[in-house]
């Protein structure tokens, strides 16, 4: 590995012994410099402090000078007789050698004495070095001395400092303490130097939020992310860059720990003592803590940070009020949980990213490599390392650091290793959000890890939880607030490490003996269970999507025996895609809320098999010829899928299913009947019969509602008003016309009264018939109640019908045999059983319809720029009738 070492920030920067040290003369030892110190001590500033020398002439100790070596600020205190001192000047001139010395500064204070007395010597600082150069006039050394003493005040004094003639002391004091804080504040941290990526952006956007600017309120701040994507990192390189600037700074690090072990006070005395610098308060209650907290504070510019909240009675129990500080405080709070901070009433949230490609990368060669790119040879493995941990910090850092200094086969053979067995460092962090979940949220994060980490729709999700008997809406929120999943464009993810945890936590109790767990989501793992062909008991779940399984396990579908699944007395979700299996199925659980089966071995479902609960029944591209002997019990079917079934010749008897709003049988060649039952199906909304070319009954209507303006321009002849003249004219004596199409417009207006609106059994909200000479026979009839359904008021909609040749030409012709000719004088009439100040029909239309047209028929033609319903991409059919003679 031949790489160029990277420079840490802080590498040329000294390891200080002191933060401060103060050169003074022992007449302000008792008053200003005694205030001083103690002003360092309580903001957490290690200051040396020499009680012990004696001003008595004579060189200083070598301990005196290492001290002003060691110290990062330099204070020079200069008072009256400061120069009278040959131990002080001696210190000023050692002093005056680091005022160009990087990392070190110098600041002078004026004691009762101006800047200029010091700079030009002149007052009692002349007298001084009278009295020097007379006493050293024979000693050509010591008057070079002198010189050199002159010298280091004239470049001392003259550098920015404090003249505390006729000014407050205390008020003094707190300016130099603020300016040394700012001077000691790492920028940055030496133990997170090595870490900070891609911090600067989310620095600035986390200031914003904070408002620094504005001194006149109190701002409280959340910062919220995934476990190990760096909240605490960023708090904290905040904290080190403006703590400074407050009165009163404490970082509380890791709160909930605090909390489990020592409680609330144990939180609360960290608190004050990091605060206020000192080491023991007399508190044993959270009465006396909190008026503490309160009175000390109350009229302070105060900076809290309080890292790592769990729950949201953490934050109640400390009692950390937004009153209780001054104008000008900050106060931030990091958490796992969105929701904690939203209840607590932060003015704002930052929600911390994932790294980008670029960051991602950065930070990975300093932990991998010790450099700034990546070596040669190890490019294609380090995308595959940086493609798992997908942008998480911990994952970067902990792969980086285990991977360093190891050869290319090595690395190949851990990336498997940590795909397979994610490193315990990684999975604990991440399990901390987990073991904080109730029941049902952990039941719904281990159901998406196994089966939808890679992105669903969230309705999609939502409907299998809630078949699973969860409630989904409320578990999702909980865990996007706890940063467990995402909802991106509606789209329910959860990162790659999530993902792995939760399958860890599936198997974790018997990882080699998958028939013992909860859930199947690999090939592998469910070939191992049906081979074994004993009882599953605690398997609850198998789901095998086609895009669920790796590139190797698709290469070749496997075929398996279907006799294992009868032991599988508990499976209440089954998804299986891509997987071939052999022999008769005799036994489905009956537990099964949602069966989505492609390529369905059996010619119907097992004869044993109650579907009493089941949910949802798709079966794509199966054998299936019929679903059931007899009427089951159906009452909880919402939607029915048998797409694509090759031997599919009828729809078997659904009245027992009333609750089925959703039925798709798109490809069924052989489909010639669909059973009178569906009739009777008042919630269904939507039915797919494309491609169903067998599916010609010899009399049948069907009728259906989408929204929509005006007639589609398909419908050849058209009419304003509930009238229109039929002319037969094009179908006489032609054979090859199947029936005819009709299209209504009408809105509905809103009524003063709710009675139409509650009746058990509603008038007919619209519908259509044929007449001649005053009566007819054909009522196609749409069983609506207003606004209880799919119908808007106040927007145009549009009614479609169809009825065949047989159902329309045998009611007005006694003989069929002698053409159409009969069917002179029909009216097509759109009416209402509500009155018209309800329902209003604007418009009408008809197309005999030929065999040609099916056989053209595309579902988008009819939608053209003369309809809205052309951009309604949810056309819900909500009535559907099969009028079939029996």
Known sequence: MDCMRIESPLSVEKNWKYDVFVSFRGE????????????????????????????????????LLEAIEGSQVLIVVFSINYASSTWCLQELAKIADYINIPGQRVLPVFCDVSPSEV???????????????????????????????RAALTQVASLSGWDLKDKSQSAKIEEIVKAVTSILSPKPSSSLSNDIVGMQSPLEELKKILAL???????????????????????????????????????????????????????????????????????????LANNHIQTRLRHRKVFLVLDNVEKGIQLEKLAIKREWVGPGSRIIIVSRDEHILREYGVDGVYKVQLLNDENALQ??????????????????????????????????????????????????????????????????????????????????????????????????????????????????????????????????????????????????KSPKEPRKWSRLWNQKDLSDVLRENKAAENLEAIVLPRFHQN???????????????????????????????????????NELGYLYWEDYPSTCLPSSFQPNKLVKLILHYSNIKELWEGIKDLHNLTRLELCHSKNLVKIPNLSQAPNLWYINLKGCVKLVHLDASIGSLEKLRHLNLE??????NPRCSIEGVVPGTKIPRWFSKQKTGSLIRLDPSPIVDDNNWIGIAACVTFVVHDTPTQLLEEAIYPPDLIGCRFLRNGYGDIYSQVRIRLKKDLITTE????????????????????NAKEGTSDLHGIILHAASNYPEEVVEVKSCGYRWVFKEDLEQFNPTMMYTANSSAHHNQKHKFLAIQDEQLM
């Open 28 to 63: 302000t030892r008792f008053n200003f410099t005694d205030h001083l110190y103690a002003a360092l001590r309580r903001h957490g500033i290690l200051a040396f402090r020499d009680d012990t020398r004696l001003e008595k002439g004579g060189p200083i100790s070598p301990g």
């Open 119 to 149: 700079r030009k010597q002149s007052g009692n600082y002349e007298k001084a070095f009278v009295e020097h150069e007379e006493r050293f006039k024979e000693d050509a050394e010591m008057m070079k001395q002198v010189r050199r003493w």
């Open 213 to 287: 600017g504005l001194d006149d309120d109190v701002r409280v701040v959340g910062i919220c992310g995934m476990g190990g994507i760096g909240k605490s990192t960023l708090a904290t390189i905040l904290y080190e860059e403006i703590s400074h600037q407050y009165d009163v700074s404490c970082f509380v690090d890791d709160v909930s720990e605090t909390y489990r072990h020592d409680g609330p006070l144990g939180v609360q005395k960290q608190l004050l003592c990091q605060a206020f610098m000192e080491e023991h308060f007399l508190i044993c209650n959270l009465s």
């Open 363 to 508: 930070l990975f060669c300093r932990k991998a490599f010790k450099c700034n790119h990546v070596a040669q040879d190890y490019e294609s493995l380090t995308d595959s390392a940086l493609t798992y941990a997908s942008g998480l910090p911990l994952a970067i850092r902990v792969f980086g650091s285990f991977l360093f200094g190891r050869n290319v086969s090595e690395w190949s053979s851990a990336l498997v290793r940590l795909k397979e067995n994610p490193t315990k460092d990684i999975l604990d962090v991440l399990r901390i959000s987990y073991d904080g979940l109730e029941e049902m949220e952990k039941e719904i994060f281990l159901d998406i890890a196994c089966f939808f980490p890679f992105g669903y729709v969230k309705g999609y999700v939502k409907d299998i939880l809630s078949i699973r008997g969860f409630q989904s809406d409320i578990g999702l929120r909980i865990l996007i607030d706890k940063s467990l999943i995402t909802n991106e464009g509606n789209i329910i993810k959860m990162h790659d490490l999530l993902r792995d945890l939760g399958r860890s936590i599936v198997r974790e």
């Open 551 to 589: 590139r190797e396990e698709m290469s070749e579908r496997t075929t398996l025996s279907v006799e294992a699944l009868s032991q599988m007395r508990h499976l209440k979700l089954l998804i299986l895609q891509e997987v071939n299996f052999l022999g008769r199925l005799d036994f489905l659980s």
């Open 691 to 696: 491609n169903c070319k067998n599916l010609l």
């Open 795 to 814: 927007l145009d909609h549009m009614l479609l019908i169809f009825v065949s040749r047989e159902a329309s030409i045998n009611e007005y012709t006694s």
